[in-house]
């Protein structure tokens, strides 16, 4: 039995809202895979990782596991089902720009061809773990999709567990908790064991018995010699924000402009470390659970997904009509985008689709009431960064803050002039860091700029040197040779 | 008892509505004591600023209905309504709330917009352009005008019988040769009212029962009023050397208009300061000008000039009264470069 301990939070989240959670709708006993689809789409550069290339061809017939896409991180993409690659072409992708980006689409053809990694034998170092975590594509399943190797730091003092999972609507955390815990435990162990980390902290808010139950009886079967520090926390949005979720459980603020790693602290999503046990074993991500919910969906519920099933095939395992639906929030009600072109793909970080209809009342002028203000978890003033991006000034934006928003859209929730405060957000951070890279860039022209000014200078001298050495030289010959002939004369 | 919401009303409509339900106790005891004036200046000045919303916003070629049932006209027509002389003329009350409206928000571009309260703008406005009605058709406690003399004061035909000086004018010019016991056989003083001395204390009671409500349902916060009647008090004390001339500091709380505009008048979101912290400087603000107006300047109250010199500096306050930012060591200071 694996030591532990149960306790309630201490801290209390500042700002932040209760949302209806809705999550009764979605709550299931059991999760079941969905059907295959009759094609799955594979974004190449939006997979998760950063921008990647295809390693495949149209006309290659690819096994489960078959690495199919490698990005600039290093991260594999593998096949999510065996079958053919029939297209490699712009389709639409799951992705809050809504744009079409290079895809490889592949037609699976039902058999059970698998091309998976050797398992790994422990003991095994960090950096195999790291590799192994590289080839069988484990990035964050939380959301963010950031490589999870980057965060795997030595000298980390604690792993922390986010099964927080504030989101309204949003189970299939909780899901995977109660059906993979073991899969979870294991893969939080084994990343600890491997990074000499001692302290595990599973944070999980109170709305969550279940789970918490799942959890206990993992823990007593385990033979881990990890500690783990079960948080209970009130079930608050956004309590499972990973800054937030740092401090709650450990009273570390982590500063702006760094990560939580930089603290000496890791987070991962539970289905993060369930990957990552599989991954071990040799599986790389081939699947994810996705919650299917929202109350225009027949059938709300949590499935197993191959990665890369059209957005369609999934409304209607919920034994609903695409043809009925304008469109379809990805991530939930709060930090989740619209997407409407149902035959993009899901990705590892796709954790819900939410399909509801909610009218949005007109928005009104801002009356700097300030009730943004006293929701928002970093204590910014959304109302004074809205009033600056309105009037065209991101500077102004930046300097109130805007750069410390973590886009959690509690402002919206409480805002009585229903300003869509986090789009805005949302945009200007995006433009922020554009302008921040293209600063950058300027600069490193600007350096080499310089640099070659200097260097090309120097040669000048150096020239003028030699020039005026040479020149020195043959007077002084010169002067010799009168001299000479003076003496001869 | 309605349970405390948790965040404030989720509608700018509701906000609007809440201070308008909140000001009922106040127009209710006002009523008891000055008269049916009262209400006329609420039946003017609330559809004087309707009308004047609306021609606007057509000028201004904004639809005009979403902006009329956001109440905020209706609450700016009554602020100023209640903030006007029981016995004034109607066209000083039209002409108070219509340049409330039209030189107080449309002028800078509406709702949201403007930098100063617009009540106190449209209110100062009538104090320098008609001094002499501003200051003497208040309504004398003492002698609830019936609803006949309410009439004809609203005509333009004061009553000299029913108007009279404020406590606070009283205590600036009469009382200033008395001393504290003589100004205390004032009739004012004597004849109580329902067991409080004089109607101005009912009136403020009732004023911080909608006031406390308003806190209560999240459409204001404490810091506002607290700063404003803490400073008015500390301040008072501090310079009531001499209980013979300084006006005392119960009447500077309780005579003025310092309760209703603690809670109703400083609280305007849009030219307020922002932040809780900058509330709070805000208020201490009007508060001390409040104090050296009413003692050194030339009007009695002086709440108005204050919150609109206090209006002016709140950009600045903004810019040092920021929260500090969730994992950042200090506050973020100053105004960041160009504005």
Known sequence: MADYQIRRCERQLEGGIYP?????????????????????????HFSGGGPGEALVAVGDTVFQGTPIIKCQSGITHVASRSGKVIEITDHAITHPSATKSASIIIEPNGLKDQDYLDPLVWPFDADTLRNRAIEAGILGLGGAGFPSFKKWSDGTQTLIINGAECEPYLTADDTLMRVDTHSMIRGACMLSQSLDIKTIIIGIEDNKPEALEAIESALKESRSDCFFDIVLLDTKYPSGSERHLVWLTLGIEVPTGSRAIESGVIVHNPGTLAALSRAIDGKPITDRIVTLTGEALTAPQNVIVPIGTPISHLIEAADTNPDSLASIAIGGPMMGYPVTDFTAGITKTTNCLLAREIEVPPESPCIRCGACAT???????????VFALKGGSLDRAVHEGLIDCIECAACNAVCPSHIPLAEWFRLGRFEARDKANDQHLAAEARERFEARNLRLERIALEKEAKRAARQAKTADALEKARKARKESA | ??????????????????????????????????????????????????????????????SISPRLNDLSAVLTGALIALSLPQAAPW??????????IVLGKHLYGGLGQNPVNPAMLGYALMLISAPITMTTLWVDPLVTPDLATAWLAYLGQSNDAVTGATMLDLYRTEFRVLTAAEASQNPLFTQAHLGLIYGYEWVALAYLVGGLWLIYQRVITWHTPVGLLVTLAVVCAFFNFDPD??????????????????????????????????????????GILTYLIRTYGLYPDAIAFAVLLMNFAVPMIDHYTRPRIMGRSSSIRGSGGQS
């Open chain 1, 375 to 385: 929701v928002c978890p970093v204590r910014l003033q959304p109302q004074q960064m």
């Open chain 1, 20 to 44: 209806e959670t809705h999550k009764a709708l979605s709550t299931t006993d059991s999760c079941v895979f969905v059907d295959d689809p009759k094609r799955l789409v594979f974004p190449i």
């Open chain 2, 245 to 286: 001339t300084a006006t005392p500091v119960w009447i500077h709380l309780t005579a003025g208009a310092g309760i209703f505009a603690a809670f109703f008048i400083l609280t305007d979101p849009v030219s307020g300061a922002t932040s809780p912290k900058g509330r709070l400087w805000f208020a201490i603000g009007v």
């Open chain 2, 91 to 100: 066209w000083l009350i039209i002409l108070a709330s219509t340049s409330s």
């Open chain 2, 1 to 62: 008892m309605i349970k405390r919401p948790d965040y404030p009303p989720a509608d700018t409509q509701i906000v609007m509505r809440s201070v308008l339900i909140a000001l009922i106790p106040g127009i209710i005891a006002m009523t008891l004591f000055f008269g049916i004036g009262v209400l006329l200046n609420l039946a003017t000045a609330i559809p004087a600023a309707l009308a004047a919303e609306a021609v606007c916003l057509g000028l201004r070629r904004r």
